[in-house]
């Protein structure tokens, strides 16, 4: 995508890809949201650019603002999960020695 491209140098952002939401992954949800309030600044002149034909994408500032919320609540999850692999994926090494 060069246009996202050109548009992430131009607001000297690391060039990244938007994450997918992924309903077999749990925290997918709260990946794509976390980038997309990360990249806030890079989605609002992206899609407000005619050329891009994505206008009808842009969001109100209710919707960031619900985005963010939302941000907040996930990020528990995201949290607990990773907890929960850190401390199964440590059991699993612990078997294994014994």
């Not at 140098?9 to 749990?26: G, M, Q, Y």
Request: proline residues 3%; hydrophobic residues 40%; positive net charge.
């Amino acid at each position: 995508m060069p246009a996202w491209d050109a548009c992430l140098n131009e607001l000297k952002l690391a060039i990244k890809r938007l994450p997918r939401d992924v309903t077999t992954r749990w925290n997918s949800t709260f990946d794509m949201l976390h980038f997309a309030l990360e990249y806030r600044p890079a989605i609002e002149k992206f899609t407000a650019d005619r050329k891009n034909g994505l206008r009808q994408y842009e969001l109100t500032e209710t919707e960031w603002e619900t985005a963010r919320q939302l941000d907040k609540v996930l990020k528990v999850s995201a949290l607990l999960e990773e907890l929960y692999m850190y401390t199964h994926k440590g059991k699993q090494m612990l078997m294994a020695t014994l």
